[in-house]
């Protein structure tokens, strides 16, 4: 076949299976939606530091924080008390807990990988989502305490 | 700058690695700091695509394939470009993959500035006109300077300034006068184009999306320059005996 048949064939077929199968995915958009419950917080690093004496307060014995720690490395965040989350598909987030009722927005970035989180004053968060499953979402993000590395948020889905 | 297609001179290539690397840094930054992705190198769009494949996240592969695969298009335009129209006018053939290359650029920004609303379907299309944008360059440089000029990314460029370093360490490569052309492009490129991303990011905090309209108009330059090259050659070919004597001498 003459390469002015072959490179446009070629390139309509792969083109054309490309959608096809584009169009058989559920995006991240959609998969998101729902309510979520918060089930950890996790330090990325808190295993080498647990047994080094006072450090050891800061973790149970696998590596979930206590109320407390999570309770200041959230403090300045929008998720701070945060337990339910809940996506609307009008990129409304509701964030439910014991005293807290707040609605801020939300956006996916990157190719849905970026959870960008938007509240009152212009506060904007940036969350990686490193899993998105049916039932389980976990998101990372950095914080000030480096030396532990990343915070990981894990939640379980509550209704879709 | 872009019009010579063989027997270029370093300074040329230099004029063209720093301008073109340094749109290019300016781009990289700029779309992760609004998109979150890179688009200038493809390295890291390979690695993100075996991660996702390995992860089972089938959406996410097929968007970071699509992104490859229009870099690929994006470097397969130009040189179909260079190929097919160097003979016939080879300023036109040379500058056409810049001028659809700041078309796209154009668009993002303009879209970016007006319309973005930022769903994810916005994010992804405008990552990917990015990514064909960078590959239209990369193509064209890479084409009309033998491969000499690559830069969009970064990657083989520290490659060859590591081995040349290392040759530097001797005296007959210190001495050899193309091995110094070749270092001080490298370094010409690399220094261009992390002054664009440093640029990019600073001046984005107050100038915001306009980022893309001093990239554009860097790539004006590229094309401008030639193009008043070429028409006061023709100029002073017509208006001055002297020049018109000369250069036919230079010719002869």
Known sequence: ?????????VFLAVSSMYFFML????????????????????????????????????????????DHIKSQIAKSLIVHEAEVWKFGTDETLQMLGDSL???????????????????????TEHYKIQELTPTRMVLHFNTDMQVRGIVKITFERINA | MIKRYRDR?????????????????????ISVIIFFAFTSNITGHFAILAEEISKGNWYQVLVVFGWISLFFLGNFTANLIVINFNKTNAYLAHSLPIVLEIICLLTVGTYTQFYYRETLLETELMVSLMLFAMGLQNGLTATISNAAVKTTHLTGLTTDLGILTSMFTQKEYRDRPELRDKMRLLLSIMVSYVVGGV??????????????????LFLFIVIGYDFYRIEMADYLAKKQPFYRKTLKNQAA
Not at chain 1, 1 to 9: E, S
Not at chain 2, 12 to 28: D, W
């Open chain 1, 101 to 123: 009722a707040r609605e801020t927005r939300w956006k996916l970035k990157g190719r849905g990988n970026i959870l960008q989180i938007s509240g009152a004053d212009s506060q």
């Open chain 1, 1 to 9: 076949m003459k390469a002015r048949f072959l490179y446009p064939t």
């Open chain 1, 23 to 66: 169009s058989l995915q559920q995006g991240p958009e959609s998969r998101i939606v729902g309510e979520w419950k918060e089930v950890s917080w996790e330090y990325e690093k808190v295993d080498s530091l647990i047994h080094r004496g006072p450090d050891y307060l800061l973790a149970d014995h696998i590596g979930r924080l206590t």
């Open chain 2, 9 to 29: 001179t370093n300074r040329e290539n230099i004029q063209l690695g720093v301008l073109t690397a340094f749109s290019a840094g300016m781009v990289n930054v």
């Open chain 2, 199 to 216: 640029s990019a990011g600073l001046i984005y905090l107050t100038i915001n999306y306009n980022v893309f309209y001093i990239v554009c």
